[in-house]
């Protein structure tokens, strides 16, 4: 899991497209936040399941660019994580 520094205003822009399916759903949560650690996400999008993860992403590099926080990717995370 990422540390609470490791988004900090990467310099690289990233453009995000991502497609619809269960499948590709469950991997978009921690690959937005992979992503995140080194590019600040621009041009945000997706059809079905891939729409939802980029209103997630969406909504968390919106947190980081008008709150300078990275709780929004932290939270973002999380998501199908075990919850032992």
């Not at 269960?22 to 600040?40: D, F, Q």
């Not at 939802?52 to 926080?69: K, L, P, V």
């Amino acid at each position: 899991m990422a540390t609470s520094n490791s988004y900090t205003s990467p310099d690289a822009v990233c453009d995000l497209i991502m497609k619809g399916g269960i499948t590709s759903g469950v991997i978009y949560p921690k690959l937005i936040g992979k992503l995140a650690e080194h590019y600040r996400l621009k041009n945000i999008g997706g059809t079905s399941a891939g729409a939802i993860a980029a209103a997630g992403a969406a909504a968390a590099e919106f947190r980081r660019h008008t709150q300078h926080t990275d709780a929004g990717f932290i939270q973002l995370n999380k998501v199908n994580s075990p919850r032992y």
